[in-house]
């Protein structure tokens, strides 16, 4: 199992809707990991995505990032990494898409 990645958008901002935004991150993980789930609410929406053993986690935050960028996510959306067999005594690390 890889490393999961669960990014954030908030509600009340202009951007990407999350249908859209999760059909495009899935196009764009393709075969190097999968959508793993999702969800809506008064905050806003969240993609779960899990990247497959194999793949380097530091090039595919880099890459997510920019995509996420360039697919006009909403200001204030960040994802959270959880390295592969995280457990609650470990660190995760929050990624903000926007600087400022």
């Keep these: 199992m890889g490393a999961d990645i669960y990014i954030y958008c908030p509600s009340g901002a202009p951007g990407a809707a999350r249908g859209d935004l999760e059909y ?8 190097a990991g999968e959508v793993t789930g999702g969800g809506s609410g008064v905050q806003g ?9 194999d793949q380097d986690l530091e090039h595919w935050v880099i890459r997510l990032r920019d995509f996420l960028r360039q697919q006009g996510a909403r200001r204030g959306t960040y994802f959270t990494v959880y390295p592969p067999d995280w457990h609650p005594n470990m660190a995760q690390r929050r ?6």
């Excluded at 969240?46 to 497959?52: A, P, R, V, W």
């Excluded at 990624?95 to 400022?100: D, P, S």
């Design 24 to 31: 495009d991150v899935e196009e764009f993980i393709g075969d």
């Design 45 to 53: 929406f969240n993609i779960d995505l899990q990247l497959n053993d």
């Design 95 to 100: 990624v903000e898409v926007y600087e400022g």
